[in-house]
Nanobody, 118 residues
Framework: QVQLVESGGGLVQAGGSLRLSCAAS????????MGWYRQAPGKQRELVAAITSGTRTNYADSVKGRFTISRDNAKNTVYLQMNSLKPEDTAVYYC????????????WGQGTQVTVSS
């Protein structure tokens, strides 16, 4: 069973930065896409950023130019560097792992709270 553990959330003032980490453990996959999603109060969970095994990235329009997703396969960890944070970024951020290929397996982390004050 795959386990995902997020860390790095917290309280920050608008304009500040945070770096989220998500460490994966358990079953080994040959190739996976990893991503960050967030859910704010009263809103649906949405994709923030994702990165494939080939390091292709995708970002929500609202975070382009401010957030950067990266991964360290040796550490089985994905990161989300968040700069120029805005109050609208306040949400619970969730890490997700998706296996690539014919087998479709998905795993979610428990989430980490990010709060941006004005």
């Amino acid at each position: 069973q795959v386990q995902l553990v997020e860390s790095g959330g917290g309280l920050v003032q608008a304009g500040g930065s945070l770096r989220l980490s998500c460490a994966a453990s358990g079953s080994i996959f040959s190739s996976v896409t990893m991503g960050w999603y967030r859910q704010a109060p009263g809103k649906q969970r949405e994709l923030v950023a994702a990165i494939t095994s080939g390091t292709r990235t995708n970002y929500a329009d609202s975070v382009k130019g401010r957030f950067t997703i990266s991964r360290d396969n040796a550490k089985n960890t994905v990161y989300l560097q968040m700069n120029s944070l805005k109050p609208e970024d306040t949400a619970v951020y969730y890490c997700r792992l998706d296996s690539e290929g014919v087998r479709s397996l998905r795993f979610w982390g428990q989430g980490t709270q990010v709060t941006v004050s004005s």
